[in-house]
């Protein structure tokens, strides 16, 4: 049982790994925080979970998100059909 245990946690490691190096991989340098690229591949390479993780929190510049003020609506929420009750 105890080998099932490492083989499922080196598989979610190797996971974790690749997934971080993929979106290393795919992320301008524009957008890369604190050190170089290549500082920090060296880092995912030697120390991969641990790099993968830092990556993952702190090596890209968040994200930018559309925010463009309040919304206003065109049409009325109710349509006023022919009276009522």
Known sequence: MLGLLTLVLIGVAVLLWVGALRDFLRTPAEQVRFVPKLVWLLF???????????WSYLGKKPARTATRGPIHRIEPLVNSGSGGI
């Open 44 to 54: 995912l390479i030697h120390a991969p979970v641990f790099g993968a993780l830092v």
